[in-house]
């Protein structure tokens, strides 16, 4: 509406309150499209950054003791710390000294054992074992010879505000889980949390549907598995809203 005293054109209060009316729908509707995509990048940029850490750590170790990391857990190789490839403390604690301690950053917080309790739930692949602190706030849990990843970890002393681990948002493996079987080395491929025999027989929709799976270790190891061959991206069709 024009106003025609003073000779300046104005709005009426009704039409300022249509107005913030139309902003404040179209903010509620993109504000958190926008703030989960900042969420997707920032975990993406942790991950794949972690992902280099801890496969320079371990490619350095295996060039000098020629013991291929994923057999760590074999009892040909590991029988004097892991005589059943079950003591899952003792092995991931010699693990971490073998390959990691001395090809990883002087910043990492070392835990003396496993995360524990530091989450509202608990998943023994991110509880037991040996756990640490990288520099970039990533939370790494060593157990059964693969890595239990918390991109953006934070310990709460209130149990009621600790992180609720998903699998697949706030939570990734790299690494496939300890085979006592030796003959079944090859089939590891790097930190893929699957195993090449496993993969070959799933699309990319098997995967999709994987990691939308109710169950946590089939969901987050898709979810890695499509995150990393998708070049390290959350692609439009990732499954999980973040």
Request: aromatic fraction near 12%.
């Given at each position: 509406m024009?106003?025609?005293?003073l000779?300046?054109?104005g709005?009426?209060?009704?039409?300022v309150?249509?107005t913030l009316g139309i902003?404040g729908?179209?903010?509620?509707?993109t504000?958190?499209?926008?703030?989960?995509n900042?969420?997707?990048?920032v975990?993406?940029?942790?991950?794949?950054?972690?992902y280099?850490?801890?496969?320079?750590?371990v490619?350095?170790?295996?060039?000098?003791?020629?013991?291929p990391f994923?057999?760590?857990?074999?009892?040909?190789y590991?029988?004097d710390?892991?005589?059943?490839?079950?003591?899952?403390?003792?092995?991931a604690?010699?693990?971490?000294e073998?390959?990691?301690?001395?090809?990883?950053?002087?910043?990492?917080?070392?835990?003396?054992?496993g995360?524990?309790?530091?989450?509202?739930q608990?998943?023994?692949?991110?509880?037991?074992?040996?756990?640490?602190?990288?520099?970039?706030?990533?939370?790494?849990?060593i157990y059964?010879?693969?890595?239990?990843?918390?991109?953006?970890?934070?310990?709460?002393?209130?149990?009621?505000?600790?992180?609720k681990l998903?699998p697949?948002?706030?939570?990734?493996?790299?690494?496939?889980?300890?085979?006592?079987?030796?003959?079944?080395?090859?089939?590891?491929?790097?930190?893929?949390p699957?195993?090449?025999?496993?993969?070959?027989n799933?699309t990319?929709?098997?995967?999709?549907?994987r990691?939308?799976s109710?169950?946590?270790?089939?969901?987050?190891?898709?979810?890695?598995?499509l995150?990393i061959?998708?070049?390290?991206?959350?692609?439009?069709?990732?499954?999980?809203?973040?």
């Open positions: 024009i106003h025609h005293y000779g300046k054109k709005f009426t209060l009704a039409e309150l249509i902003i729908v179209v903010a509620a509707l504000i958190p499209s926008l703030i989960g900042y969420k997707k990048k975990t993406a940029t942790k991950l794949k950054q972690t280099s850490i801890l496969s320079n750590a490619s350095k170790q295996q060039t000098l003791t020629g013991i994923s057999s760590y857990y074999v009892s040909e590991r029988k710390v892991c005589p059943t490839g079950y003591e899952f403390t003792a092995c604690n010699a693990l971490f073998d390959y990691l301690k001395d090809n990883l950053s002087n910043n990492v917080k070392i835990l003396n054992e995360f524990g309790s530091h989450f509202y608990t998943y023994a692949s991110c509880s037991y074992g040996k756990a640490f602190i990288l520099p970039n706030g990533v939370g790494v849990n059964g010879g693969a890595f239990a990843i918390i991109p953006n970890y934070k310990y709460e002393n209130n149990p009621r505000k600790r992180i998903v697949g948002k706030n939570w990734f493996n790299f690494g496939k889980y300890h085979m006592n079987d030796i003959s079944l080395i090859k089939d590891v491929s790097g930190l893929l699957m195993g090449k025999s496993e993969r070959k799933l990319r929709n098997d995967l999709i549907l990691c939308n109710n169950n946590t270790d089939t969901s987050v190891s898709a979810c890695t598995q995150f061959e998708d070049g390290f991206e959350f692609k439009k069709d990732y499954p999980i809203k973040f």
